[in-house]
C-alpha cells in the first residue's frame, strides 16, 4: 500500500468513526417523538378527547361543583415539579398521597375523574393518560364554568411516585408573601399577569373556615372591608372550627359558580377571602393587572389562556417516559 492510500483509508476510518454515533443519536430521536402536540389520541384512540368533553358535560350536570375541582387540579398537579397526575396517587404502605397534605386541603371529586377514566378506558384501554385526563377535564370544566375554550396539547404520560414530601416547595400557602408566589410561578415560566389571571380560578368554588379564622380571631383583620365581615362571622362563628362541621364561605359571593372577573372587583373591594388574594389586589407587582383585569373581561380570559397553557405544559413526561396508568389512584403493577 502506498502512502497514499494509507492516509485515504485512515480518513476514511476517522470519519466513520465520528459518524457512527452521530446515526445512532439520530435514530434514537427518531423512534422516541418527545413533547406534547395538539390531538395526540388522533390516531390511537381518535374518540378519546370527545368521550372526556361528553363526561365533563353529564358529570357538570349531575354535580355543579366538580367543575371546581377540574380546575384546581390542574395548579395542584402541573405546579409540583410536573403533570404527571402524581396528585392522584393514593397513599401507599410506603408513601404519602399528595392529597392527604395540608397544601391540598378541600381538594375533593376525585371519583369522578376515575369516572371520566372508566368511560375512555371501555373504548381504548391503557392508551389514554390520567395526567392528559386531569389536564382535559380542566380545560373542559373552565368552558362549563364560563370561562374560555382553551386549546390544549396531549401525550403526557403518568409518573409513578407521590410528590408529597417536596409539594410545600412548589404550592404557595394561603397566607404566603406575594414576593414568594410570584418567585414560585416564576420559576416555571409564569409571568406577573399569568399569575393574577390564574388566581382568577378564586372566583368560584370556597373556602373552609380553618383557612381564614385566623383573619377573624383573635380580632379582625382590619384590611378587611366592614360590610364583608358580617357575613363572614356569620359563617365562621367559632375560632376553632368544628372539624366535623363543614364550614366554608364562598369565594365569590356575587358570582358564585362562573369563571369570570367578578374576583378583580371583590379583592380591589377589600373582600379577597385569602391573605393572597387581598395582597394581589395591593401589592405595587400585582394591582395594575388586578384593575386592568376588573375591568376587562376579554383581558382576564386572554391571559387566564395563556397561563393555563404554560401551567399545563410544565415538565410533562413524554414518549417512553412513566406510564400510562390503568386506575388513577394507584401506579401499574410490574409484572
Ligand atoms: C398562591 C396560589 C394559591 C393559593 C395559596 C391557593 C389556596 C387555596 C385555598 C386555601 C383554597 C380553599 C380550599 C378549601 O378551603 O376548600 C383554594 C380554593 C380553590 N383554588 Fe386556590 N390557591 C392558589 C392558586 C390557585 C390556582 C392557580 C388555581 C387554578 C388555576 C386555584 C383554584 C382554586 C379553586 C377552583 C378553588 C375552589 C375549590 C373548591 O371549591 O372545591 N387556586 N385555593
Ligand atoms: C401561615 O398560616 C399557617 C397556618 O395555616 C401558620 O402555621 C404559618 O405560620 C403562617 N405563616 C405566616 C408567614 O404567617
Redesign the pocket.
Known amino acids: 500500500m502506498d502512502s497514499k492510500a494509507l492516509f485515504f483509508l485512515a480518513i476514511l476510518s476517522l470519519s466513520l468513526v465520528s459518524l457512527t454515533p452521530a446515526f445512532a443519536q439520530d435514530e434514537e430521536t427518531d423512534a422516541k417523538p418527545a413533547g406534547l402536540v395538539m390531538n395526540f389520541y388522533k390516531d390511537s384512540c381518535p374518540q378519546a378527547e370527545d368521550i372526556i368533553t361528553e363526561q365533563v358535560k353529564l358529570l357538570y350536570k349531575r354535580h355543579k361543583?366538580t367543575a371546581?375541582?377540574w380546575?384546581?387540579n390542574?395548579?395542584h398537579d402541573c405546579a409540583v415539579q410536573s403533570c404527571d397526575a402524581s396528585l392522584l396517587l393514593d397513599s401507599t404502605r410506603r408513601s404519602l398521597s399528595e392529597k392527604e397534605t395540608d397544601r391540598s386541603?378541600?381538594l375533593?371529586n376525585f371519583r369522578y375523574l376515575d369516572t371520566i377514566k372508566e368511560a375512555v378506558e371501555r373504548e381504548c384501554p391503557g392508551v389514554v393518560s390520567c395526567a392528559d385526563i386531569l389536564v382535559l377535564s380542566g380545560r373542559d370544566g373552565i368552558v362549563a364554568l364560563g370561562g374560555p375554550y382553551i386549546p390544549l396539547k396531549t401525550g403526557r404520560r403518568d409518573g409513578r411516585k407521590s410528590r408529597a414530601e417536596i409539594l410545600e416547595q412548589y404550592l404557595?400557602?394561603?397566607n404566603?408573601s406575594m414576593s414568594v408566589?410570584l418567585e414560585r410561578f416564576a420559576s416555571i415560566g409564569i409571568d406577573t399577569p399569568g399569575v393574577v389571571a390564574?388566581?382568577g380560578?378564586?372566583s368560584?368554588?370556597?373556602?373552609?373556615c380553618v383557612?381564614l379564622v385566623h383573619r377573624l380571631y383573635p380580632e379582625v383583620d382590619p384590611a378587611f372591608n366592614p360590610n364583608h365581615v358580617e357575613h363572614m362571622l356569620h359563617k365562621c362563628p367559632d375560632s376553632i372550627p368544628d372539624p366535623k362541621a363543614v364550614q366554608?364561605v364562598r369565594?365569590d359571593r356575587g358570582t358564585p359558580m362562573i369563571l369570570d372577573n367578578n374576583y378583580y372587583r371583590n379583592i380591589l373591594d377589600n373582600k379577597g377571602l385569602?391573605i393572597?388574594d387581598h395582597q394581589l389586589a395591593t401589592d405595587k407587582r400585582t394591582k395594575p393587572y388586578v384593575k386592568k383585569m376588573a375591568k376587562s373581561q376579554d383581558y382576564f380570559f386572554k391571559e387566564f389562556g395563556r397561563a393555563?397553557t404554560i401551567l399545563s405544559e410544565n415538565n410533562p413526561l413524554t414518549g417512553t417516559q412513566g406510564e400510562i396508568r390503568q386506575q388513577c389512584s394507584v401506579a401499574n403493577k410490574h409484572h
Do not use: M, Q
Not at 368560584?204 to 373552609?208: E, L
Open positions: 361543583n371546581f375541582s380546575l384546581r390542574i395548579f386541603f378541600g375533593r404557595p400557602d394561603h404566603e408566589v390564574l388566581l380560578a378564586h368560584v368554588g370556597r373556602t373552609h383557612k366554608y369565594n385569602l393572597v393555563i
